[in-house]
């Protein structure tokens, strides 16, 4: 797809001024986070190909060696340290070892405090608000994680994704040949204000047999945080205009999600160059919207919008 260009109107702050981001990545490390006495024992539990926690079934060796029942099948069958053949015997005595922990969640040092029994932890982990996030950046295979901080500075160096401060903004999107729609991402810009972090996502692909552009905007934090915020976008122009309003979704869900359940303003290819005018053949949008907090009235319990200057 051909690249477009962007026009935008924004907050006169500089970057540097209002986005603090920090030149070194943060570091999301492995975590073990033991409890005191329970180093050796966890040590013991830990899978020595995958170096993960083992659950029933743990398998060992004639010479009491032990590993996940995942990695029994990766070693072909065979101890990966005496390298004996496994057979079907189960290490009994650790499974029961197990039942009686509790341990910390892995994120622990990312600040969440639970304790889980051993047997609940992973479960936890994969749904803790403290996990890290994948990067949002749409259109590549990107398999970055990490904290907001640092997908914000990888977003920047790595991906050269705009960023600018404010709730408001103006951009205009311009293509030479809009007959050709591709499945691919045109734009992604991050905008700071509130003390946070979203990301604007527009782009062009197939829905069904017609040719749309979708713009969406999605927030850098969990789902709980997100429905705090509220966001309108408006594309017009030859005297018509549509716009969308509604709650940005958080970057846990992954953007072909949030674009398949098309929440967002879906504007028609036809209907997109009736807005860009003249002799139709050049694709013109100009997308304005802005961002909002909503606050809750102490007196009348209804929800206020909180806007930016």
């Given at each position: 797809m051909?690249?477009?260009?962007?026009?935008s109107?924004?907050?006169?702050?500089?970057?540097?001024?209002?986005?603090?981001?920090?030149?070194?990545?943060?570091?999301?490390?492995?975590?073990?986070?033991?409890?005191?006495?329970t180093?050796?024992?966890?040590?013991?539990?830990?899978?020595?190909?995958?170096?993960?926690?083992?659950?029933?079934?743990?398998?060992?060796?004639?010479n009491?060696?032990?590993?996940?029942?995942?990695?029994?099948?990766r070693?072909?069958?065979?101890?990966?340290?005496?390298?004996?053949?496994?057979?079907?015997?189960r290490?009994l005595?650790?499974?029961?070892?197990?039942?009686?922990?509790e341990?910390?969640?892995?994120?622990?040092?990312l600040?969440?405090?639970?304790?889980?029994?051993?047997?609940?932890?992973?479960?936890?982990?994969?749904?803790?608000?403290?996990?890290?996030?994948?990067?949002?950046?749409?259109?590549s295979d990107?398999?970055?994680v990490?904290?907001?901080?640092?997908?914000?500075?990888h977003?920047?160096?790595?991906?050269?994704?705009?960023?600018?401060?404010?709730?408001?903004?103006?951009?205009?999107?311009?293509?030479?040949?809009?007959?050709?729609?591709?499945?691919?991402?045109?734009?992604?810009?991050?905008?700071?204000?509130?003390?946070?972090?979203?990301?604007?996502?527009?782009?062009?692909?197939?829905?069904?047999?017609?040719?749309?552009?979708?713009?969406?905007?999605?927030?850098?934090?969990?789902?709980?945080?997100?429905?705090s915020?509220?966001?309108?976008?408006?594309?017009?122009?030859n005297?018509?205009?549509?716009i969308w309003?509604?709650?940005?979704?958080?970057?846990?869900?992954?953007?072909?999600?949030?674009?398949?359940?098309?929440d967002?303003?879906?504007?028609?290819?036809?209907?997109a160059?009736?807005?860009?005018?003249?002799?139709?053949k050049?694709?013109?949008?100009?997308?304005?919207?802005?961002?909002?907090?909503e606050?809750?009235n102490?007196?009348?319990?209804?929800?206020?919008?909180?806007?930016?200057s």
């Open positions: 051909e690249s477009s260009s962007l026009d109107t924004v907050s006169s702050l500089t970057m540097d001024d209002e986005l603090h981001i920090p030149h070194q990545f943060s570091s999301i490390t492995k975590l073990h986070n033991n409890g005191p006495g180093t050796s024992v966890h040590e013991l539990l830990e899978c020595p190909v995958c170096t993960s926690s083992m659950y029933p079934p743990i398998h060992q060796c004639h009491g060696h032990t590993l996940c029942s995942t990695c029994k099948t070693v072909h069958n065979r101890c990966p340290t005496c390298r004996q053949e496994l057979g079907d015997i290490c005595a650790l499974e029961k070892i197990a039942e009686s922990l341990l910390p969640c892995r994120y622990g040092s600040g969440c405090p639970e304790i889980f029994p051993y047997y609940s932890k992973l479960k936890h982990e994969s749904i803790c608000n403290f996990r890290p996030y994948n990067c949002p950046y749409a259109g990107c398999s970055v990490g904290d907001i901080p640092y997908l914000v500075t977003l920047r160096d790595d991906h050269r994704v705009d960023m600018h401060s404010g709730c408001t903004f103006n951009h205009r999107y311009v293509k030479s040949n809009p007959v050709e729609v591709e499945n691919a991402t045109w734009m992604l810009t991050v905008f700071h204000c509130f003390g946070q972090y979203f990301c604007l996502h527009f782009e062009a692909f197939q829905l069904g047999m017609a040719p749309v552009y979708m713009a969406f905007l999605r927030f850098m934090g969990d789902e709980r945080e997100a429905r915020y509220c966001y309108s976008l408006e594309i017009g122009g005297g018509r205009k549509q309003e509604g709650s940005p979704r958080s970057i846990r869900d992954s953007h072909k999600k949030v674009r398949d359940s098309h967002g303003l879906i504007v028609y290819r036809n209907m160059l009736f807005f860009s005018g003249g002799d139709r050049e694709l013109k949008l100009r997308v304005t919207g802005r961002i909002w907090k606050q809750q102490p007196e009348g319990g209804v929800c206020i919008p909180n806007l930016c």
